[in-house]
């Protein structure tokens, strides 16, 4: 499975962005049925950390403290997507944002916030969120 993030930009603060994780590959038909999907991000001099994520189904969702709110994943299985709607952005925010697959149907969301990043079996390349204070 090949990950494909895209929709990063600069916006300023209080602004808007809508991020997408796009997959394909030979295994891209059952992308909906199987791969929970998490968003990570990483700022310059900072540990990678985890964002949102959503089970296969989209049934179960789960966002950390500083974007519970503000932040919205949902999937598209037909299209093989999820996204990631940023509302309200902070400064603070900015970051390269990574979309990560795990092959692991039974993984609910809220599992999925305390996993490593090392734990997921695929990872698309990142896109950057700049925002102007």
């Known amino acids: 499975v090949q990950l494909q993030a895209s929709g990063g930009g600069l916006v300023e603060g209080g602004g808007s962005l809508k991020l997408s994780c796009t997959a394909s590959?030979?295994?891209?038909?059952?992308?909906?049925?199987?791969?929970?999907v998490a968003w990570f991000r990483q700022s310059p001099g900072k540990e990678r950390e985890f964002v949102s994520a959503?089970?296969?189904?989209?049934?179960?969702?789960s966002y950390a403290d500083s974007v519970r709110g503000r932040f919205t994943i949902s999937r598209d299985n037909a299209e093989n997507t999820v996204h990631l709607q940023l509302n309200s952005l902070k400064p603070e925010d900015a970051a390269v944002y990574y979309c990560?697959?795990?092959?692991?149907?039974?993984?609910?969301?809220?599992?999925?916030?305390?996993?490593?990043?090392?734990?997921?079996?695929?990872w698309g390349q990142g896109t950057l969120v700049t925002v102007s204070s």
């Open positions: 990560a697959a795990l092959d692991s149907p039974g993984t609910t969301a809220q599992q999925m916030a305390g996993m490593p990043s090392h734990e997921y079996h695929y």
């Open positions: 959503i089970s296969w189904s989209g049934a179960t969702s």
């Open positions: 590959g030979r295994t891209d038909s059952v992308f909906g049925s199987r791969y929970a």
